[in-house]
């Protein structure tokens, strides 16, 4: 995704979408678009792959339900019964879960490549490595979420299908969402890794402090909404954080470009 430029093209080439970073690697906009949708499409192909309930997934649940008793943090279904008191948080939280997922991780990416170029090839690759790392998680672990427990496996834990009861756009159980989704992809939590990226990247490169507090609410938002939604356990939230930290320190390793001195003085 990156090239190799000399001087007398940084402006022609800036003009035209491109940025020249300070070792003289080029990023060009038309292909980063290309490559991540490309890649997002490869990884949506394997991700919904194994999402016809595969038979670990409930044993997986319990598991997961067991673990956070013991640890005291087994709080999901409380949560969710004081949130079903208010439609509207619950109206709200359906349209946050399935939106600002994509629209607050695009922004973030825009901003990076046109204000801070040279930071940019890193954290694309740590979004890149830890999403890819996530499917690990959903090949090897499948996992029946909180809203699925009491419809699919019979339960009586109290969860609730918000999608179902209070349908949106991209319900999962609405046409052909039911099966063109995995719903089964729980652990790690995709939304708690992308949205903690977006407030580490935005919040590191914005000077003001409204702006700082308020991208680290998104993260807090995105915690809360995968809760009273019930598409995720407390502990799918923190795989989401240890895939996220280990595609930065991988990402560390192997970017190169933006990274590096100047190449050349640029000519006059």
Known sequence: ?????TAPVV???RWRGARVLSD???LYWWVEILAILGYYGVYSLVRNANGANPPGAFPHAKQLIAIERHLGIFHEVAIQHWALHYRP???TANYFYGSLHFVVTIFTGVFLYVKWSDDYPRYRNTLAIATGLALIG???YPLMPPRLLDTLAHTHYGFVDTLAKYPTPWSFDSGGMSHLSNQFAAMPSVHICWATFCAIALATHVTKLWAKVLAWCYPVLTLVVIVITANH???DAIGGLV???AGWIIAGKVTKAGRKPLLAPVDT
């Open 89 to 91: 948080m619950i109206d």
């Open 11 to 13: 402006a022609r080439r």
């Open 24 to 26: 003289g690697h080029v």
């Open 243 to 245: 895939i996220l930290a």
């Open 1 to 5: 995704m990156t090239a190799e430029v």
């Open 233 to 235: 356990y407390f502990l």
């Open 138 to 140: 959903f090949k090897f």
